[in-house]
Nanobody
């Protein structure tokens, strides 16, 4: 069975860093697009980052480009989101998602996602 479990969220000061982890089970990571989206209270869901299926090409939303990095460890079947230079507007619940492809930072055709992990950026 397919599971995606996010971890690594927490409370961080502006300018700080966090690394989120998404542990995947029940499927092969490189057979799907994999990425992250976030949702803050009262705001619409936003695609953050996506990694393609073929060559691992990475994509990012303009709001996080240059600050966030998505990566994958096939041996651990885990995808990461390294978040640097965090801003208060990055505060949200972050979800890992599996899908069919990427459009910028958006995972298209999402067919699985996890429970989310809270990221709060505040001084």
């Amino acid at each position: 069975q397919v599971h995606l479990v996010e971890s690594g969220g927490g409370l961080v000061q502006p300018g700080g860093s966090l690394r989120l982890s998404c542990a995947a089970s029940g499927f092969t990571l490189n057979a799907y697009a994999i990425g992250w989206f976030r949702q803050a209270p009262g705001k619409e869901r936003e695609g953050v980052s996506c990694m393609g299926t073929s060559d691992g090409t990475t994509y990012y939303a303009d709001s996080v480009k240059g600050r966030f990095t998505i990566s994958r460890d096939n041996a651990k079947n885990t995808v990461y989101l390294q978040m640097n230079s965090l801003k208060p507007e990055d505060t949200a619940v972050y979800y890992c998602a599996r899908g069919g492809g990427c459009l910028n930072g958006v995972v298209l055709g999402r067919n699985a996602w996890g429970q989310g992990t809270q990221v709060t950026v505040s001084s």
